[in-house]
Each structure stands twice: as C-alpha cells, then as structure tokens.
C-alpha cells in the first residue's frame, strides 16, 4: 500500500496554519552557539609551512545551533523564547543583543563565567571551506544553571503553546535538564519536540516528538551501516520508526533524510512518507533546524502530527535551495504550500 503523503492539508488549511503562527508561542531550550564565517581569497601558499594564505575580505556572524531554530520560528513569524547558557564574554555579548534585537524573550538565558560562548569559526576561500575551529566546552553544566533554567521554563508555562528541545551534545540539555522539563509539564498540554544528538534515546522518553535524521534513527535502533537506509530501504526505515516510537514512548517520530524525504510515524496510527520538496539542492546546512522550528510552531498553531510534517516538509525545500544557514519567510511559504 502507498502511504506517500501528497497533500494531506489543503492550500486553505496550510494558510489558516501560518495565520496562526504570530499567535502561537514556541520556548525552545538548548546549545547556543554563535557561527564565525571568515571569506577570503587564497593567491599564493606560505612560505612558513605549505598552507595557503587566506587573504581575508569579509567576516560575519550567526546564530547557530538552538539559535538556529530560533530564527527559523522567528523569520516565518512566531513568537519565540529561549533558554540556554553562555558565557561571560564578547560572543555571548553578541548573542543576547541579538536576540534582543529580534525581540525574542531572553529571561532563559544564564551566563557561566567559567564557560565559553559555543562559537564555530570557518574559514572559506574561492566558495570552499578550507578549515573549522571550534571554541567550546562539552562539560556538563552547572546545577544552579540547570535549576534556573526549570524554574524559568515552569515561570512561562501558561504562555507556551510547544517546546522545542534542540540538543547539540555540549553539556546543556542534560539528563536533570531534561527531568526538570518533564516535572513541569507533567499534565500540561504543550507538545514537546525533541531534536536528538545521542545514539542512545533514552534520555529524551516519554516526549511527544523526536525528529531524528536517518543516521541518528539508525544508531538508536542498533543499525551499523545507517548509509544504506536511504537506498530504497522503506520497509528498513518502517521498522526503525516503529522501534522507536515504541521503546521510547514518543507520540510521534519524524524521520529526516535528506533527499529521499521524510517518514512520519504516529503512536496508535499510520506511517507516511513525505517527498522531498527541493527542485535542486545547494545546502542542507541547517535544514535539520527548520524542519523541527516549523514543525513546532505548526503544533503550537493547531495542526496535528501530519499537517506540522507537511509544513515542515516545505519549509525545508525552500531552505535547501539557498546558500548557506537559511531561513524561509511567510511569503515563501505561502507560495509553496
């Protein structure tokens, strides 16, 4: 039987979701980071060791990482907060200004002294990538962030519509994090979204969403080779959903993967498959971030499982179309849907 998803909402339904969107209030908790991008051109190689010498031409910054989600809910047009933790320095100095900026409410962010801002640099000459360096710390953090973090999530409850949970695997969402979330909403009605960095799902149980891509699905379900999931393996991946709706007890599992679409699978319902939306691929950098920010705002504005798939399924065609960490705005949305 074909479960292929070709338009399970209408254009009327798809318009009446991102009506929605200024109206509904999505927190999303996780690794901040800041992107560094340094471009240049490369002419000559140094004289000091065979490497190429980058002269540079422009630099600029982004928010990445759980920021990313951030100004995916932000640019289509929800109402976002967010709380996370970074450090006593010039990067973190820069992120909550911009976040200010974009008027997204910052009373979840913490500052540890002893921790850097999460700040990936970049290095690119000629369109290519010549090198990344990482300023960060992966240890845990510290308990008295980790309380003023539930305490703030626990203060806005009664504001929010979904929770996005975006975990990079550097110390922020950690098991006690994670337990606080569950304390609070416990008998509260605010779907939570998890978007996943661990081989091991055990910490993220009993959420409502999980929405890993093919390879994390994969590892969660034991497979070696996650490579050849997308060759044609439908009956594969099936099997996967399903273990992990079931061991897991999520609601819903969202499989991503890339090029060949993604898979829905609904606890008490049926699997479907969602083709990919993009004509022509350029980068798929931050397409993960997409798909769960309009993913939850989809949810936060009213639409089940399978509309809020399908509403994220477009958003991140468009964003694989674009250079770079892209966002999609309301118009273009509207034009695909």
Same mark, same amino acid.
């Given at each position: 039987?074909?479960?292929?998803?070709?338009?399970?909402?209408?254009?009327?339904?798809?318009?009446?979701?991102?009506?929605?969107?200024?109206?509904?209030?999505?927190? @999303?908790?996780?690794?901040?980071?800041?992107?560094?991008?340094?471009?240049?051109?490369?002419?000559?190689?140094?004289?000091?060791?065979?490497?190429?010498?980058?002269? @540079?031409?422009?630099?600029?910054?982004?928010?990445?990482?759980?920021?990313?989600?951030?100004?995916?809910?932000?640019?289509?047009?929800?109402?976002?907060?967010?709380?996370?933790?970074?450090?006593?320095?010039?990067?973190?100095?820069?992120?909550?200004?911009?976040?200010?900026?974009?008027?997204?409410?910052?009373?979840?962010?913490?500052?540890?002294?002893?921790?850097?801002?999460?700040?990936?640099?970049?290095?690119?000459?000629?369109?290519?990538?010549?090198?990344?360096?990482?300023?960060?710390?992966?240890?845990?953090?510290?308990?008295?962030?980790?309380?003023?973090?539930?305490?703030?999530?626990?203060?806005?409850?009664?504001?929010?519509?979904?929770?996005?949970?975006?975990?990079?695997?550097?110390?922020?969402?950690?098991?006690?994090?994670?337990?606080?979330?569950?304390?609070?909403?416990?008998?509260?009605?605010?779907? @939570?979204?998890?978007?996943?960095?661990?081989?091991?799902?055990?910490?993220?149980?009993?959420?409502?969403?999980?929405?890993?891509?093919?390879?994390?699905?994969?590892?969660?379900?034991?497979?070696?080779?996650?490579?050849?999931?997308?060759?044609?393996?439908?009956?594969?991946?099936?099997?996967?959903?399903?273990?992990?709706?079931?061991?897991?007890?999520?609601?819903?599992?969202?499989?991503?993967?890339?090029?060949?679409?993604?898979?829905?699978?609904?606890?008490?319902?049926?699997?479907?498959?969602?083709?990919?939306?993009?004509?022509?691929?350029?980068?798929?950098?931050?397409?993960?971030?997409?798909?769960?920010?309009?993913?939850?705002?989809?949810?936060?504005?009213?639409?089940?499982?399978?509309?809020?798939?399908?509403?994220?399924?477009?958003?991140?065609?468009?964003?694989?179309?674009?250079?770079?960490?892209?966002?999609?705005?309301?118009?273009?949305?509207?034009?695909?849907?």
């Amino acid at each position: 039987m074909d479960r292929t998803i070709k338009r399970p909402v209408n254009r009327k339904r798809a318009l009446e979701i991102i009506g929605q969107y200024p109206s509904s209030r999505v927190l @999303v908790i996780g690794d901040l980071m800041v992107d560094h991008f340094i471009w240049g051109k490369v002419s000559r190689i140094s004289p000091e060791a065979p490497v190429p010498v980058v002269e @540079v031409t422009k630099e600029n910054l982004m928010m990445g990482g759980s920021g990313n989600v951030v100004s995916n809910i932000h640019a289509i047009g929800g109402t976002v907060a967010v709380a996370g933790i970074i450090g006593s320095d010039g990067m973190g100095d820069w992120l909550e200004a911009k976040l200010q900026q974009m008027n997204v409410d910052t009373g979840g962010l913490v500052r540890e002294g002893e921790r850097p801002t999460t700040v990936k640099t970049r290095i690119v000459a000629h369109g290519q990538q010549m090198v990344r360096y990482d300023r960060e710390s992966r240890h845990a953090v510290q308990p008295g962030s980790v309380d003023r973090i539930v305490r703030y999530v626990t203060s806005i409850l009664d504001e929010l519509q979904a929770i996005v949970i975006s975990d990079y695997n550097k110390g922020i969402v950690s098991e006690s994090l994670l337990d606080g979330i569950r304390r609070a909403v416990s008998g509260r009605r605010i779907p @939570v979204c998890v978007d996943p960095k661990r081989n091991d799902f055990t910490v993220y149980r009993d959420f409502d969403v999980i929405t890993p891509n093919h390879h994390e699905a994969g590892r969660a379900a034991g497979v070696e080779n996650t490579h050849e999931l997308n060759e044609g393996r439908r009956a594969e991946i099936a099997r996967i959903g399903r273990e992990i709706l079931k061991q897991y007890g999520f609601q819903a599992v969202l499989i991503t993967r890339g090029e060949a679409g993604m898979d829905l699978f609904e606890r008490g319902g049926r699997d479907f498959h969602i083709p990919a939306e993009a004509k022509e691929v350029f980068d798929v950098t931050g397409a993960g971030d997409t798909v769960i920010g309009i993913f939850a705002l989809s949810l936060a504005s009213g639409a089940s499982f399978r509309e809020a798939a399908y509403m994220a399924n477009k958003a991140a065609g468009v964003v694989v179309g674009k250079i770079g960490t892209a966002t999609v705005s309301p118009a273009e949305l509207k034009r695909v849907v």
